[in-house]
């Protein structure tokens, strides 16, 4: 198999895994139990995007590496819940994270 | 005249589609970086830069195109290459499920489009909106909004890479772009029961298994925080 052929199958595997649930859906009814962990997909998938992202982005790194980002995630919450904006935790969290990796030596 | 018995999806709606793109602003500081880098990995790596460039539009799913691109760089089986391109997509059938009930009466062209653009970024802006109550076709045009937005930066950002080879900024950490602006989205969530237990199991599984064979841990974290999830009784709050 080819480089680009390859690449077409992953790509086109990974077309079917998006449409699947899509197509199944219009002909089965899905079970209600799977119907209501539908509804937690997402929460999931955010903590476990961001958790992950925040773990590669510090694993192998001292306590002056990972100090900053956990700080700023902090400070992010503690900015969302005051706000009750989820945009705040960019606004604080960014800065927090700048300021931080400026201040706590590496 | 006949009874219509699909749900038109009107396609001049302009304030929500480019209400979708506003959503997506915030991924696309996170992610075009990445493009950038998978844009110049594929241009050092030893297969045609053009072929390279194509897991974007193909497989478009940053991790699962890196893996790719890296595993035929090194001269991998390509069937190794596809499996393990699509074990770090496994995720893509969840988001699936969570997004199917609400393209329900949508024409089949219509959601034979919106699934190819379905990847994080897209499903997170999405679903977020989905789950706000208003009409359904405003929340398809914002899904579109945001989709094709990140879609046209991602290829952009890819191609970018592959022909400049431009460096990062990184004392700017836009790595943790995404990763906070999801702390933003989760707080909120916290409030519900099964909600927090699917959100706090997922973390730590997700921080547990980040090391996990073949980017395995994210998918193992969302399943983790669903099963999770769903051993508090409904309406338990």
């Known amino acids: 198999m080819s480089v680009w052929l390859t690449i077409l199958v992953a790509g086109l ?12 859906a219009d002909r089965m009814t899905m079970p209600e139990k799977l119907e209501r962990a539908s509804t937690y997909v997402a929460p999931a998938a955010f903590a476990a995007l961001a958790a992950g992202g925040i773990a590669a982005n510090t694993a192998g790194l001292d306590v002056g590496g990972w ?40 | 005249m006949t009874a219509v018995t699909v749900a038109p999806v009107r396609s001049v709606r302009g304030g929500d589609f480019a209400a979708g793109a506003r959503a997506m602003v915030p991924w696309l500081a996170g992610v075009a970086p990445f493009g950038l880098v998978i844009g110049v990995s594929a241009a050092q790596a030893d ?3 053009l072929a390279g460039w194509l897991t974007g ?13 890296e595993m035929l760089d090194a001269g991998s089986a390509p069937v190794v290459v596809v499996i393990t391109a699509l074990v770090i997509n496994l995720r893509l059938i969840l988001y699936s499920g969570a997004i199917a ?32 109550p208003g009409d359904r076709n405003d929340a398809h045009t914002f899904y579109l909004g945001g989709a094709i937005t990140l879609w046209i930066t991602w290829l952009l950002a890819l191609g970018a890479g592959a022909t400049l080879g431009a460096q990062l ?22 409030a519900d029961r099964a909600a927090r ?19 395995l841990g994210v998918v193992l974290a969302i ?5 999770a999830a769903l051993t508090v009784k409904e309406g338990q709050r």
Not at chain 1, 80 to 96: D, E, I, K, N, S
Not at chain 2, 170 to 184: M, R, T
């Open chain 2, 223 to 227: 399943i983790a925080g669903l099963g």
């Open chain 2, 47 to 49: 297969i045609p830069t």
């Open chain 2, 101 to 132: 009930t609400h393209w329900r009466g949508t024409p089949r062209w219509w959601r034979a489009m919106a699934a190819y653009l379905l990847v994080d970024p897209s499903f997170v802006v999405g679903i977020d909106r989905y789950q706000r």
């Open chain 1, 67 to 106: 100090i900053p980002p956990l700080a700023a995630v902090v400070v992010a919450v503690i900015a969302v819940r005051r706000t009750g904006r989820p945009y705040a935790a960019l606004l604080a969290g960014m800065p927090a994270l700048w300021v931080l990796t400026a201040v706590v030596p590496a």
């Open chain 1, 13 to 24: 595997g990974s077309y079917l895994f998006r449409i699947s649930m899509v197509v199944l």
């Open chain 2, 57 to 69: 539009p193909t497989i478009y799913a940053g991790s699962s195109q890196v893996a790719a691109i």
């Open chain 2, 169 to 190: 900024p990184a004392a700017l950490h836009l790595e943790l772009v995404i990763p906070l602006y999801l702390v933003g989205e989760i707080v909120p969530k916290l």
């Open chain 2, 197 to 215: 237990r699917a959100i706090l199991t997922a973390v730590v599984v997700a921080v547990v298994a980040v090391s996990a064979p073949l980017h």
